[in-house]
């Protein structure tokens, strides 16, 4: 599995609690399932966490991150953002609950680099 640290998000301004916020969801995605944005592709990820923020009745990218970390629900809502995503770069109608990491583990707020294997 790939690791990604959120010090590697370069193109995203420390000073945006939006955009960091949003390097913390990509970390989140990657630990649970592999799957990798890159810095080309977080506008089409910040797309489907807005889509799926409205249905839930969160404002913001920081109160989403909140909520898949410290809510109890945010397990489910985490592998739900995935599915969405997978099906979406392997085509309609692919299952691929398999591939996610069901029990994901949360990093802590403070992990800002991990070694590479």
């Known amino acids: 599995m790939p690791r990604i640290s959120l010090a590697q998000t370069p193109t995203?301004?420390?000073k945006s609690?939006?955009?960091r916020a949003l390097a913390q969801i990509r970390y989140?995605?990657?630990q649970a399932s592999g799957i990798l944005h890159d810095d080309s592709q977080l506008l089409a990820l910040q797309h489907r966490c807005e889509r799926r923020m409205r249905a839930l009745g969160i404002?913001?990218?920081p109160e989403y991150h909140s909520f898949l970390t410290a809510n109890p629900s945010g397990n489910a809502e985490l592998l739900g953002l995935i599915h969405e995503i997978a099906l979406g770069q392997s085509g309609a109608g692919k299952h691929v609950g398999h591939q996610v990491n069901a029990s994901v583990e949360k990093p802590s707020s403070h992990a800002t680099s991990r070694g590479k294997e």
């Open 12 to 14: 995203l301004p420390a």
């Open 17 to 19: 609690a939006g955009k």
């Open 28 to 30: 989140l995605i990657c």
């Open 59 to 61: 404002a913001t990218l």
